[in-house]
């Protein structure tokens, strides 16, 4: 095996943790290597839906313009509705954030943060290279192996290697920190259908029972539905038959009865969630760092996990930066203790909400039932409904002081300013071949 290269930072997974952690370390000068398995972004039922803090750090970063162009749908609302009747309602507007969420594919959301990181001139994007194994000298994580599509193995040594390849994470299940997956008592079946030109931009959580449906608007002009199943129930659904699966959606909403019999024709326009939820007491290793849905898995509830990911980015790059430029050859767990303490915590908050969203949406009983209509209500029309939800959906993203996020967004370069690094390199780098000098300056599709 052929060591070819290092890096500083060697990123695994292009998703939102990733891809913007890459930029705003290669922004700053650092030596980021971005890693991703699959060739293509198309990620259709991921992490589409942005909070409004997400948002306003993705215009910090200088996203803004480009966001614009690619393309998004603001959203101005949230409601909860059983048996055909309106119990909640919220107005983004009113929220003092200034911002409203917005609804954005996944897919043009990375386009966006990997475009900006190759304004970098130390910035390499390998798509279509799947990570093998861990580089491990004694309790020290160096790099990974890793391989492109119909290539050999090879290693790329990194100070410190970044997981980020999702719920199913190889780099946790290779890592040696131990996660404790619990999973939930139902599954989603996401679909999409065309929006009705009379369609508010509100996000909806529609109930019946125990069974319900999620409803968001999405771009440019569709709803996203999810409806949940009990666990391992989608091949019992199967079996039923379309039919009655039309049949279900519009029990539960007449309103979506004719779109899903049009629209939803067979299982292929159906995909699986498997609702599950992962914890880990460690996030780091010596020389290895898990963000994002490999370090904290949440459920659908509120579209949480693509903020949480975006979050984990900025509250980490600070501390990754000074490490690197102070010249540590590894960056110790040590290093990162406090940002995961503060991170554990904003997600403790965020899995606590879920876990009572999850108890609600489970009642079945007419006593259940009964109370969860009642709070729902109380909270309605509750005058801190806006500071309870303003809370939930727009926590602070925790970065240790205003001050250090500030910097942070002081040393990044204009987008498509070209930067040469500010770390020396420990190793030159040493392509095998002009084959792989080409593949690692790809532009992915």
Not at 385 to 400: S, W
Request: net charge neutral; proline share 6%; aromatic share 8%.
């Amino acid at each position: 095996m052929t060591e070819l290269y290092d890096t500083d930072v060697l990123v695994i997974g292009a998703g939102p943790a990733g891809a913007i952690l890459a930029d705003v370390l290669a922004r700053q000068g650092i030596r980021v290597t971005l890693v991703e398995r699959a060739t293509s972004a198309e990620r259709s039922f991921r992490g589409e839906t942005v909070s409004a803090l997400s948002v306003k750090i993705m215009k910090d970063l200088g996203y803004g313009e480009r966001l614009r162009e690619s393309g998004y749908l603001p959203l101005e609302g949230i409601a909860f509705r059983e048996d055909g009747k309106e119990l909640l309602s919220a107005d983004y507007r009113r929220f003092p954030i200034g911002q409203l969420p917005i609804d954005m594919p996944q897919p043009q959301l990375l386009g966006v943060a990997i475009d900006a990181a190759r304004s970098a001139t130390d910035f390499k994007f390998l798509p279509g290279t799947q990570f093998l194994s861990l580089i491990e000298e004694g309790d020290v994580v160096k790099g990974a192996v890793l391989r492109r599509a119909g290539g050999e193995a090879y290693e790329v040594r990194a100070r410190l290697t970044v997981g980020c390849d999702g719920r199913f994470s190889r780099v946790r299940k290779l890592s040696g920190l131990e996660a404790k997956v619990t999973p939930m008592p139902r599954d989603f079946l996401w679909f999409k259908l065309p929006r009705p030109d009379n369609w508010q931009q509100t996000s909806q959580l529609v109930v019946s029972s125990d069974r319900h449906l999620v409803i968001l608007p999405t771009w440019p002009d569709l709803l996203r539905v999810g409806y949940n199943v009990p666990k391992g129930g989608f091949g019992d659904q199967r079996q039923k038959g379309i039919e009655a699966f039309h049949d279900g959606i519009a029990a539960l909403d007449p309103r979506l009865a004719d779109l899903v019999r049009e629209h939803v024709t067979s299982w292929n326009d159906v995909s699986l969630l498997d609702i599950f939820t992962a914890e880990l007491d460690e996030w780091a290793r010596d020389g290895l760092l898990l963000i994002g849905d490999s370090s904290h898995t949440v459920t659908p509830i509120l579209g949480q996990g693509v903020n949480l990911a975006i979050q984990d980015a900025i509250c980490f790059a600070p501390v990754i930066y000074h490490a690197i430029t102070e010249g540590t050859e590894t960056v110790p767990a040590a290093a990162m203790r406090a940002v995961m303490a503060e991170r554990r915590k904003h997600k403790a908050m965020i899995t606590s909400f879920q876990r009572m969203q999850e108890a609600n949406l489970a009642q079945h009983t007419r006593f259940g039932t009964f109370l969860r209509r009642l709070k729902m209500r109380f909270l309605h029309n509750s005058p801190v409904k806006y500071k309870v939800l303003n809370r939930t959906l727009n926590a602070p993203h925790g970065l240790r002081s205003s001050e250090e996020y500030v910097s942070l967004l002081e040393r990044l370069i204009p987008i498509s300013t070209p930067v040469t690094s500010v770390t020396p390199s420990p190793q030159p780098v040493k392509p095998a071949s002009a084959a792989f000098e080409d593949a690692v300056n790809v532009n992915a599709a």
